[in-house]
């Protein structure tokens, strides 16, 4: 696997399922772990907007922090790609993103009208992706939840075309390869 500085688009149309494409081309040679450690997990949560520029993670929380996200990004990934392949997605994933959330909760405060949740710590991370997940998994756009063909990238997306037409997270990448692909042949 490629370790990797630079973070990838968020194209999803969903915090979790962008969450789970900082691990680009699963499964193949090509395989780039964006998240690969605490400073990088950090800039993909500032970028993503989930905290602000002056936050940090102690070094003592570092390696706890980095195995709660790949954990849950583990979950979301095998769940994503169960739905958008049409098969039941593993229990023990959907239990991780169950028990991500509620112990993101746990701690959690009720603050303002409409009520958001405002996490503490390391959960200003987790917290917002794990519910995320669930409010994707609860909500109507699951059965839109689809995944870049295996040539291309194996990223997840929420195809919100009109006619369920979106083939490819992002036609600008993805699309383009795939085309000059058939015109090379």
Do not use: Y
């Amino acid at each position: 696997m490629i370790d990797c500085p630079t973070l990838p688009h968020r194209v999803a149309g969903n915090l979790a399922l962008d969450f789970a494409n900082t691990h680009s081309w699963r499964g193949t040679r090509q395989e780039v772990d964006h998240l690969v450690d605490g400073g990088a997990i950090l800039a993909w949560a500032k970028d993503a907007g989930l905290v602000e520029s002056r936050f940090t993670i102690s070094a003592a929380r570092q390696a706890s922090l980095v195995e709660h996200v790949h954990d849950l990004r583990r979950a979301i990934e095998a769940v994503g790609v169960a739905i958008a392949r049409r098969t039941t997605p593993p229990a023990q994933s959907l239990a991780t993103i169950r028990d991500r959330a509620s112990q993101s909760l746990a701690a959690a405060s009720l603050v303002g009208t409409p009520v958001r949740l405002d996490f503490v710590r390391d959960d200003r991370i987790v917290g917002p992706i794990a519910w995320a997940a669930l409010d994707l998994l609860r909500g109507d756009e699951l059965g839109r939840l689809k995944q870049c063909p295996p040539e291309d990238c194996r990223w997840l997306f929420i195809d919100r075309t009109k006619n369920g037409s979106r083939r490819w997270c992002e036609m600008a990448t993805c699309g383009n390869r795939a085309k000059k692909r058939r015109a090379d042949r």
